[in-house]
């Protein structure tokens, strides 16, 4: 069965420099949302998207940005990227609306960003 | 707003025994999901087993069983005749089913298995 895709697996790039993580979400799945969990850490929510829609925010610094496109992938952008944001970033989707089995959320296998 | 305690920062458990792993959760939602994650030092996050709010039964996917006690708020996780590839983080996490509600993780235990 199709998983959410990330890519880049792995990233490494220097102080102040972009970054671009992409999100493939399962086939038909219309809700993407970011995680950024820091070594030792449980993740912790960024932000979310249905249909296209910012649907939720947590702590998600300035410099970062987010969008959903027409096909439900879903791109993070980070700008002036700081030691502090190397973390491994998870991309998980699930199936908006209501009901008690729309809550089931698959995650992907996350991107390794190190900042140097 | 949801909330998720794992109060077990570390486990060991023999390699054939079983294990628990607790979780206890808050939540305002008449309807919710639980689920667990495993977490193995490659960094991936692996869908273990998931528990919704109104399942008469606890969920069971192979060795994994969920022991669901709604009165008490509590979703523990259990491993059956524990394995070597056992070895990883767990997270308990729960979702609201309302809309589009974030996934909302506990602080993770690290499962030890020993030879």
């Known amino acids: 069965a199709a998983g959410v895709i990330q890519s880049p697996r792995h990233l490494i790039k220097e102080k102040r420099e972009t970054a671009t993580l992409k999100c493939y979400p399962i086939p038909r799945h219309d809700t993407v949302y970011w995680y950024q969990q820091g070594p030792g850490q449980d993740p912790q929510f960024l932000i979310s998207?249905?249909?296209?829609?910012?649907?939720d925010k947590g702590s998600i610094p300035d410099r970062f940005s987010a969008q959903q496109f027409s096909d439900y992938h879903s791109e993070l952008n980070m700008s002036s990227l700081e030691l502090g944001d190397s973390a491994l970033y998870f991309c998980a989707s699930s199936l908006g609306g209501t009901g008690v089995r729309k809550s089931e959320a698959f995650f992907g296998q996350g991107t390794r960003l190190t900042v140097v | 707003a949801q909330k998720i305690t794992q109060t077990q920062p570390g486990m060991f458990v023999q390699e054939k025994e079983a294990v628990t792993l607790d979780c206890t959760y808050d939540?305002?939602?008449?309807?919710?999901?639980l689920f667990w994650y495993k977490q193995p030092s490659s960094g991936e996050m692996i869908f273990l087993i998931y528990q919704g709010s109104y399942d008469q039964q606890n969920a069971t996917e192979g060795r994994y069983s969920l022991n669901f006690q709604k009165a008490r708020k509590s979703a523990n996780l259990v491993i059956s005749a524990s394995q070597l590839g056992d070895s990883a983080m767990y997270f308990c996490a729960m979702r609201g089913s309302g809309g589009y509600q974030k996934v909302t993780f506990g602080t993770g235990t690290k499962l030890q298995v020993i030879p």
């Open positions: 998207f249905y249909e296209k829609m910012q649907s």
């Open positions: 939540t305002s939602d008449p309807s919710y999901g």
